[in-house]
């Protein structure tokens, strides 16, 4: 039977990468953390014992609380948060089960300089299309979901990053961009290890669609008329940006459940 207010690793691993995730707060002791830097896809690093700074950061938001085993720790921060009203859960097993389970992601903390309490700052071209929507996509749903995306025109892009402190993407010359013949979305998923099938499967259709190469998928033609519809449909950026978060949810729900469906309607039936 389920311990009360606790999630398994493999409910946990349905819910990352989509809309419905929670908020995921990690707060392993400092040397369990030193011994074993890495992270839940999404999660944020909080001391156990401010709480008070933990509910302000939390807000109303449904939270999942992580530490080394899944015991008193979690356990009691749940208990504490659930008695002011917070909707909170702690992982069973903690980070040991989660990093024992075959298939789940674990981002190297080295790898997010980016992220700081605030969240992360990003920057890049005006009027996404493609890898720069399908970018912010994987950010916010599998590295920092309070990542914010500035979009400037190609020659201001420099300037803006040094002024804000901000990471350029998908740029001629910078650490995140197009490598030999794969593109940005592919140097994100090996950066922060992010490679599994349904992601793997995802980055195939994107990178066939950003580099003109739609024999590598087929669906790539339609990521294409789709990503310049909504590039037509929305002046502005940030428009297009949360429609295209849409977008790839859908594209993500695809390559992870649903790449094998086929619809075989016969072209002779009239009716």
């Not at 349905?14 to 992270?39: N, V």
């Not at 979009?151 to 993407?169: K, R, Y």
Request: charged residues 25%; proline residues 7%; contains cysteine.
């Amino acid at each position: 039977m389920p311990a009360p207010n606790s999630i398994t690793p493999k409910q946990l691993l349905r819910l990352i990468g989509t809309p419905q995730a929670p908020m995921l707060i990690d707060i392993c002791m400092d040397a369990d953390f030193e011994a074993d830097p890495y992270l839940i896809p999404g999660s944020i690093r909080h001391p156990a014992q401010d709480a008070e700074g933990l509910e302000k950061l939390i807000a109303d938001r449904p939270v999942i609380v992580i530490c080394q085993k899944g015991k008193k720790l979690s356990q009691a921060v749940v208990s504490w948060l659930r008695g002011d009203g917070i909707q909170a859960e702690y992982l069973e097993g903690g980070m040991i089960a989660w990093r024992e389970m075959a298939g789940a992601p674990r981002v190297p903390a080295s790898a997010l300089s980016m992220v700081g309490p605030e969240g992360s700052l990003w920057v890049t071209r005006h009027r996404p299309k493609i890898d720069r929507i399908a970018c912010p996509w994987l950010i916010r749903r599998f590295v920092d979901p309070n990542a914010r995306f500035l979009f400037v025109a190609p020659a201001e892009v420099e300037a803006a990053a040094e002024m804000f402190g901000a990471t350029p993407f998908d740029m001629e010359n910078t650490h995140f961009s197009h490598r030999q013949d794969r593109c940005t979305f592919d140097t994100m998923l090996d950066e922060f290890a992010l490679h599994s099938p349904a992601l793997d499967r995802l980055a195939t259709v994107v990178r066939a669609a950003d580099t003109n190469r739609h024999d590598l998928a087929p669906e790539a033609a339609g990521l294409l008329a789709v990503s310049v519809g909504l590039s037509r449909q929305y002046r502005d950026d940030h428009e297009n940006l949360a429609a295209g978060l849409h977008l790839y949810d859908a594209l993500y729900r695809w390559a992870r459940d649903g790449f094998e469906e086929r619809h075989d309607w016969p072209a002779d039936r009239k009716s």
